[in-house]
């Protein structure tokens, strides 16, 4: 097996000992499997994507943690909506990304990693990766906030992002319900995230972030929810893959040509999303009795979409393969609930790639170390430790 595989591998083990393997191991043998006790796990991309279209499967249930969400954030958080309220929201959401905003939010948070990583390498210590990842999207929630970079008391990027993580860390796979005490703590955390949003809303300046979601007719509460949901759905996601993906291409010895000429970068990015799969499994609750696969579905059961078999069955990293059409961009989800941060999780891993790679261009660095966090919901690594090349 390759380094990057290994890596890789030891990643998603180190997250789910004993959940990885046995989902890949029935995901081999079943398309359609029900485990007893959990639900109906459903492995192949065609499927997985059959069900994620079709509206008799809801994302709002309580089997399929959407209802988890609900007493946090309340009740129109886009990632706990169903249906017509789901779709009207997002079409009013359709503007919110246009390549402008997403530069005013990603810009800043990349200067300073830009700036932190060359500080760092030129000083000769390591440099851990992975913490200036948080940082990155620490300061990317402080926009989506509406918090100005210079506003007086500011927290550290860091701290955005504790803070982000102190809401998503109470969800562990397996436990579908939160108890009062998590979701007090869950609660306690957005509401400090609320302040600055609600100020940012009634300041009503079109260049914050809650500012565009007032401009776009959403209410103060319904803009509270929608960066809550940004700041659940996008905060882990992309601190997993980003290291991951430097991971990836150094193991691969891809750096070298791939610093010095940057046409590869889109499909390496890509092809990185749909190995790594950073989002590996997506829950749904069955509205109706049906069949899947030649397997019956009973109304009520939880549907367990395993996009990281999906998507890591087509093959090992290879950016040149073709996706076939139903696997393709399944890592960002598909139909409603397709990743609506897809822009932003974009441009933030560009950017973050583009900096590690100028910074190789003026003398390569070499990964000193590294450790990978255990037991946690999203795989990842804990530490990168950067050091430039002797
Ligand atoms: C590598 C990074 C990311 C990956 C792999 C990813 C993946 C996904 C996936 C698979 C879904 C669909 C879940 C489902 O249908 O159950 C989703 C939804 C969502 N994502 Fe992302 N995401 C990423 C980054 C982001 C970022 C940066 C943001 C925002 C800041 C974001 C915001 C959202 C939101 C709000 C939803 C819910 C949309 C809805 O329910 O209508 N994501 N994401």
Not at 28 to 56: C, H, K, N, Q
Not at 167 to 185: D, E, M, N, W, Y
Not at 330 to 339: D, M, N, S, T
Request: hydrophobic share 45%; with cysteine; proline share 7%.
């Amino acid at each position: 097996m390759t380094a990057f595989a290994t890596w890789e591998r030891r990643v998603q083990r180190g997250a789910h000992p004993f959940a990885y393997p046995l989902i890949r191991a029935v995901g081999t043998i079943r398309p359609v499997f029900r485990l007893p006790g959990l639900g109906v796990l459903v492995s192949e991309a065609s499927l997985v994507r059959e069900v994620l279209m079709d509206g008799g499967y809801t994302k709002a249930g309580a089997k399929a943690s959407g209802a988890l969400w609900t007493p946090v954030v309340g009740p129109r958080a886009l990632l706990n909506m169903h249906g017509e309220e789901h779709l009207e929201l997002r079409r009013r959401l359709n503007a919110l990304f246009t390549p402008r905003a997403v530069e005013d939010i990603v810009a800043p948070a990349a200067a300073r990693l830009r700036e932190r990583l060359a500080t760092g390498l030129e000083n000769g210590a390591p440099v851990e990766f992975v913490g200036l990842v948080k940082e990155l999207s620490g300061g990317v929630i402080s926009r989506l906030l509406g918090i100005p970079d210079d506003a007086p008391g500011r927290l550290p990027d860091s701290e955005f992002f504790n803070r982000a993580s102190s809401i998503t860390s109470v969800v562990r796979l397996g436990r579908p319900r939160l108890s009062a005490r998590q979701v007090a703590k869950a609660k306690a955390a957005v509401e400090l995230l609320a302040g600055p949003v609600r100020q940012a809303y009634r300041d009503d300046d079109p260049d914050t972030f809650p500012g565009r979601l007032r401009v776009l007719g959403l209410s103060e509460d319904e803009a509270v929810g929608i960066v809550s949901a940004f700041v659940i759905a996008g905060t882990e996601t992309l601190v997993s893959y980003v290291p991951r993906l430097a991971g990836l291409l150094y193991d691969d010895g891809r750096l070298p040509a791939l610093a010095a000429e940057r046409t590869g970068l889109p499909a390496m990015v890509n092809e990185g999303l749909r190995f790594t799969a950073p989002s590996p499994m997506m829950l749904r609750e069955a509205t109706n009795d049906g069949w899947l696969g030649g397997v019956r579905i009973k109304r009520g059961e939880r549907i367990m979409l395993s996009t990281v078999h999906a998507v890591k069955s087509l093959g090992g990293f290879d950016p040149g393969m073709p996706i076939p059409a139903a696997a393709r961009q399944l890592w960002f989800g598909a139909g409603a609930h397709f990743c609506i941060g897809m822009p932003l999780a974009m441009a933030e891993i560009n950017s973050a790639m583009t900096v590690l790679l100028d910074e190789y261009n003026l003398q390569p660095w070499t990964i000193r170390s590294r450790t990978i966090s255990r037991n946690v919901l999203i795989p990842g690594y804990k530490s990168l430790e950067l050091v430039r090349a002797q």
